[in-house]
Each structure stands twice: as C-alpha cells, then as structure tokens.
C-alpha cells in the first residue's frame, strides 16, 4: 500500500512540475515568444497528466491513507495561508 506520506509526496511532486511548465508557458508568452514557438498544448496536458498520475495513485492507496493525505495538506496549506495573509496585510 502507498503511505500518506508518498501520496502527499507524489501530489506535490507532479503538480509541481504542471506548475512549472504552465510558468514557463506563461513567461514565455509575456516575454514576447510567438506562439508558434511554443507547444498549444502543454499547459493544459501538464495539468490533466498531474491530476492522473494523483487520481491513479489515489486509487492504488487505501481510502484512509487518501483521506488522511488530502486532510493533511488542506491543514498545512490553510496553516500557510494564514500566515502569509498575515504578514501580507502588516506591511
């Protein structure tokens, strides 16, 4: 079975890199690049394969190792939120 912690691991792993290709795509575009240049496609692929590879794995773990993961990073990233919110607002 695939822990909570490889689940977790994998989801930010494989959106991470969606992330990083959408960037480029997008410095890219702002930088002038012609389209042409660059592959239409790549964005949206970068996404549908990082949400594949996350369902798939999700499939292969049990429901509570699933549960446990998702629950956990809703916790870290709201936690994160919070304290970016709050040195954003007390410039």
Same mark, same amino acid.
């Given at each position: 079975m695939i822990s909570t912690d490889s689940l977790t691991l994998i989801r930010m792993i494989t959106f991470g890199i969606a992330v /990083?290709?959408? #960037?480029?795509?997008?410095c890219a575009a702002t930088l002038?690049?012609?389209?042409?240049?660059?592959p239409h496609w790549a964005p949206i692929t970068a996404g549908? /394969?990082?949400? #594949?590879?996350?369902f798939g794995v999700n499939l292969l773990a049990n429901a509570s190792a699933t549960i446990a993961a998702f629950d956990e990073s809703y916790r870290a990233d709201r936690r994160t939120a919070a304290f970016a919110?709050?040195?954003?607002?007390h410039h």
């Open positions: /990083v290709i959408c #960037a480029a795509y997008a002038g690049i012609p389209p042409e240049a660059l549908a /394969v990082a949400a #594949a590879v996350v919110g709050f040195w954003g607002c």
